[in-house]
């Protein structure tokens, strides 16, 4: 079967063996080259270092810890720079680098867990209600509708009242939030591949339902699934950092980016840099999964670009 | 024409009554006991019996749902704790401050989108250093930007005081932030409006007979980037709606986004569910209008072609 798949044999006379990778692999070699490809390998390199950052918050020390020198002879926040501080301290001379990777750990934490749940629940229901048509289709997608237009971040504080704060509060937030938007591209792109010939001739050949949505359909949108995956990363983090600003997120003394931010704010007019550190890593972050989003959507050809950034 | 619209109504009355029946669930289902989570932990068993009692929470659960789509179709949204009003006089009291502020905003998005886009139609190829704005506004959060501005302008330049209470601090600033933050899906649709409308037929055949530049430009150019800039404009409403509940808690704006932040601190439900089912019938009506306003501008979408 696989031959059949394979690029003609463009390589038998190519002399240097390079082009005698078959043709689908060939994008893994020159990264670079590939349209959207520098935004891409920055964002991948952006997010990794990150993730490796936040995986080393241990090492940088207590984030709770009251340094007793912390604050200057008349009491302000060391600023950044300071020996022994490198981003200086917050009001209560607590060292703002070991509050910064902490916070950006739970940051990183609950918005990947948040993205993976929010697309999981996504392209099921997308899945589903693209390939059985009728009544149930209509059911879900109205379903659907239903969640698209309630605005993310008010509807967000609503719920957050309601089932509580916490990381896995804001997790089942942000899922019930975010998880319409992946299930109404799914649905369009697998109403798309089903009156592909090769689900027709699946159909006929009596493969279950579940089994032509799991080989044949799924795996046709795997470019279109990772590019919708780092965008709603990307929307994913606003929120939740968002949230956490508002308070209907993490919970203080637990360092997240968002909380960081509304400490920061009070102490914005003598202390800037209480602010501006945490906002920069939030920036960071949601930068990372924008680079990766826009760089694949660049490879394709796909005219219209999945993009519902900007909460 | 007419069918097209009564569709879409249809659609949006059952997108609003699945809305009502979301924020049903949230307040009289999700939580095990609603009137403990009304009066708290620490609530006494006469006063939990007694709000059981006031909102009808010892009745079966299908007669609490009647009992609440009947006051919510009948305008009555409940009852306010922390202001002390009706759900519904809190909401319109401070719904105009939001409008003016969505407004303003959508002015400085379209301004700075329709330059921005006419400038990269016209040049005919990408710019990296509107590449580079562009991922940059996408990848900033509503606050982030919100408490760049506010540094910079009320802290560096010292134009605005940071402390708010001028019109300039209080209005502009919000505005620009959620303006700013629109303006690349505006200049995406002008660029591709118009790159769309420089290669077409009818503009050859324009130029051909002979008509002059404004002429062209505005009678064949601005109505081909128009209708899609009322779609975006009619997503647009939704992204405000979420994107005011920052810019107003930063800059201190007495509008929706504040409201519903002092709902969420004073645990005021009933406040939060209805400023949800308002503002979900804002995003229904805006989305309905502007499909009806687009089928009148541009004779495609009529046809349905």
């Given at each position: ?8 044999a ?7 063996g390079?082009?005698?990778v078959?043709?689908?692999r060939?994008?893994?070699r020159?990264?670079l ?6 935004m ?34 008349d ?16 009001v ?19 918005g ?31 379903i ?17 009242s ?26 369009g ?10 689900v ?9 339902g ?5 080989r044949?359909?799924l ?11 780092a ?21 203080l ?6 909380a960081m ?10 202390a800037p840099?209480?602010l ?8 960071l ?6 680079l ?13 670009r ?5 909460v | 024409?007419a ?10 009355a ?61 305008g009555?949204l ?12 809190v ?12 407004l ?10 329709a330059?921005?886009?006419s ?5 005919g190829?990408r ?14 959060p ?6 760049l501005?506010?540094?910079?302008f ?11 209470g001028?019109v300039w601090?209080?209005?502009?600033l919000?505005?620009l ?31 051909s ?5 404004p ?14 800039i ?6 647009d ?20 986004g ?5 709902a ?18 804002a995003?229904?009506?805006f ?19």
């Amino acid at each position: 079967m696989t031959s059949l798949v394979q690029a003609p044999a463009l390589g038998a006379a190519a002399p240097d063996g390079l082009d005698a990778v078959p043709l689908s692999r060939a994008p893994l070699r020159r990264p670079l080259s590939q349209p959207g490809g520098p935004m891409l390998v920055t964002g991948l390199i952006l997010l990794g270092s990150l993730i490796l950052l936040s995986l080393c918050a241990p090492l940088f020390g207590s984030p709770l810890a009251i340094d007793p020198n912390g604050l200057t002879e008349d009491g302000l926040p060391l600023p950044a720079g300071s020996p022994g501080h490198l981003l200086g301290t917050d009001v209560l001379g607590r060292d703002m680098l070991a509050r910064t990777v902490t916070g950006l750990q739970m940051t990183l934490l609950v918005g990947i867990v948040a993205n993976i749940t929010s697309l999981a629940v996504g392209i099921i229901v997308g899945l589903l209600a693209g390939y059985y048509r009728g009544w149930f289709e209509q059911v879900l997608m109205r379903i659907v509708d239903i969640f698209l237009s309630v605005p993310t971040v008010l509807s967000g504080l609503a719920i957050a009242s309601i089932i509580g704060s916490g990381p896995l509060g804001i997790i089942v937030v942000v899922t019930a939030l975010y998880w319409a938007w992946t299930a109404r591209l799914v649905h369009g792109e697998t109403a798309r591949l089903r009156s592909r010939g090769y689900v027709e001739a699946a159909k006929i050949a009596r493969v279950p339902g579940p089994v032509i949505i799991w080989r044949h359909i799924l795996p046709h949108m795997s470019s279109l699934l990772l590019n919708i995956g780092a965008l709603n990363g990307a929307a994913v983090i606003i929120v939740g950092a968002g949230l956490s600003y508002l308070g209907a997120g993490i919970q203080l003394p637990t360092p997240e980016l968002g909380a960081m931010l509304a400490e920061g704010s009070s102490s914005m007019v003598f202390a800037p840099h209480t602010l501006l550190v945490p906002l920069i890593f939030t920036f960071l972050s949601v930068l990372a999964f924008v680079l990766i989003g826009e760089g694949l959507g660049r490879r394709g050809s796909r005219k219209d670009r999945v993009s519902w950034l900007s909460v | 024409m007419a069918l097209r619209i009564g569709r879409r109504f249809l659609f949006g009355a059952i997108t609003v009554f699945g809305v009502i029946l979301l924020t049903f669930v949230l307040q009289f289902v999700v939580p095990g006991d609603p009137a403990r989570s009304i009066a708290g932990p620490r609530a006494s068993p006469e006063v939990l019996e007694e709000i059981r009692q006031q909102l009808g929470l010892d009745q079966p659960l299908l007669v609490q749902l009647g009992n609440y789509l009947g006051a919510v179709f009948t305008g009555n949204l409940g009852y306010s704790y922390s202001f002390d009003q009706p759900v519904s006089q809190v909401i319109f009291e401070r719904l105009p401050a939001t409008v003016w502020l969505a407004l303003l905003a959508f002015a400085i998005e379209l301004a700075i989108g329709a330059v921005w886009g006419s400038w990269e139609a016209m040049r005919g190829r990408r710019s990296a250093l509107l590449t580079t704005v562009n991922v940059g506004l996408l990848s900033m959060p509503t606050f982030a930007l919100g408490f760049l501005l506010l540094l910079l302008f009320g802290y560096v330049l010292q134009w605005a005081p940071i402390e708010g209470g001028t019109v300039w601090a209080n209005v502009i600033l919000p505005a620009l932030t959620l303006g700013l933050l629109g303006a690349p899906y505006y200049a995406a649709a002008v660029r591709d409006g118009m790159i769309t409308s420089l290669g077409s037929p009818y503009l050859r055949t324009a130029v051909s007979k002979g008509l002059t530049r404004p002429v062209i430009v505005r009678r064949h150019m601005v109505r081909n980037v128009t209708a899609p800039i009322i779609t975006l404009a009619g997503m647009d409403i939704a992204l405000f709606l979420s994107g005011v509940v920052f810019v107003e808690q930063i800059f201190a704006w007495p509008g929706l986004g504040q409201l519903q932040v002092v709902a969420f601190q004073n645990v005021d439900r009933p406040l939060l569910t209805g400023t949800v089912i308002i503002a979900a019938i804002a995003v229904v009506l805006f989305g309905v209008l502007t499909d009806g306003a687009r089928a009148l501008i541009d004779p495609r979408v009529r046809t349905g072609e």
